[in-house]
C-alpha cells in the first residue's frame, strides 16, 4: 500500500511508540488521527501538521465498544475512511500472580485486548467493501515467552497473538492485511522507571546489548503497512531478546 494520502488511526498515540509510529507515517505523507484517553494537546497536534499532512485528536475510551466506534465515526467524519489501523494502546499493573486481584487482571485485559477487538470490529466494514487496508496490532515479547509479574499483561499480548491470525485468515481474501509487532525493551516512558541495576541486567540478556528506539518499532510499522503479501506475521523488534528456531 502508498503510505502517502492514507488515513492512519493509532490508538495510544500521545507519547511513547505510538506518537514515534504517528511521526512515522507522518513524514510519509499520511493524515494521521491522535488518540488517548485524555484530550490530546494542540501542540502535538500542530507537530504532526509541520510534516505537511492532516492531523486531528480524538480522545476515549478503546475498552468501550460504543466510544470505540465513535472515535472511528468522528475520524471518518474529518478525514475520510481509516485504511490504517494500529492498535498500540496499552497498560501495564505488574504485580505476582498471588497478588493479582480480579479488577487488575480484567482491567489490563480489557484496554489491551478487548480494546483492540473493539477498534477492529468497526474498521474492518469499511475496509471490507473497500477491498484494502492495513490492521497493525502492537503485541510484546512478553506475550511470548511470559515474564514474572506480568500474568495479566502477558495473556493480553498473547490474546493479541491469536487475534491477529485468525483476524489475518478471516479478511486475507478481501485484500486486508493483519499482523503484529512484539517489542522488546524499549526506551519509553514505561521502562525509564526501571531501576538501573535491572536495565543493566536486562541489557546482558538481550543479544544487540541495548535497549531498543520507539523509532525502530515505527519502522516495522511503515514496513507492514506498505507490504500487501505479509500478514497473519509476528515481527519481534527486540534486538534478539527472544529468537525461534
Request: charged content about 20%; hydrophobic content about 45%.
Given at each position: ?23 512515522a ?20 497536534i500542530?507537530?504532526i501538521?509541520?510534516?505537511?499532512v ?33 492498535n ?9 500472580l ?66 491477529t ?34 536495565k ?46
Amino acid at each position: 500500500m502508498e503510505i502517502n494520502g492514507q488515513n492512519v488511526f493509532i490508538t495510544g498515540s500521545t507519547r511513547g511508540i505510538g506518537l514515534a509510529m504517528a511521526k512515522a507515517f507522518a513524514k510519509k505523507g499520511a493524515n494521521i488521527v491522535l488518540n488517548g484517553r485524555k484530550p490530546v494537546s494542540d501542540t502535538l497536534i500542530d507537530e504532526i501538521k509541520s510534516y505537511g499532512v492532516q492531523c486531528i485528536g480524538i480522545s476515549g475510551d478503546i475498552a468501550d465498544f460504543n466510544q470505540a466506534g465513535e472515535m472511528l465515526k468522528q475520524a471518518q467524519t474529518q478525514l475520510g475512511a481509516i485504511s490504517i489501523l494500529i492498535n498500540n494502546a496499552g497498560i501495564t499493573n505488574d504485580k505476582l500472580l498471588l497478588r493479582m486481584s480480579a479488577q487488575d487482571f480484567e482491567e489490563v485485559l480489557k484496554i489491551n485486548l478487548t480494546g483492540a477487538f473493539n477498534m477492529t470490529q468497526q474498521v474492518l466494514k469499511p475496509m471490507l467493501k473497500a477491498r484494502a487496508g492495513k490492521i497493525i496490532n502492537i503485541s510484546s515479547v512478553s506475550g511470548l515467552m511470559g515474564n514474572a509479574g506480568q500474568a495479566n499483561y502477558a495473556a493480553s499480548k498473547a490474546g493479541l497473538v491469536g487475534f491477529t491470525k485468525s483476524v489475518a485468515r478471516e479478511v486475507a481474501q478481501r485484500g486486508i492485511t493483519c499482523n503484529a509487532i512484539a517489542p522488546g525493551f524499549i526506551q519509553t516512558d514505561m521502562t525509564e522507571v526501571l531501576a538501573d541495576k535491572l536495565k543493566e541486567e536486562v541489557t546482558k540478556s538481550i543479544p544487540l546489548q541495548r535497549f531498543g528506539k520507539a523509532e525502530e518499532v515505527a519502522q516495522a510499522a511503515i514496513f507492514l503497512a506498505e507490504n500487501d503479501y505479509i500478514t497473519g506475521q509476528v515481527i519481534n523488534v527486540d534486538g534478539g531478546l527472544v529468537m525461534h528456531g
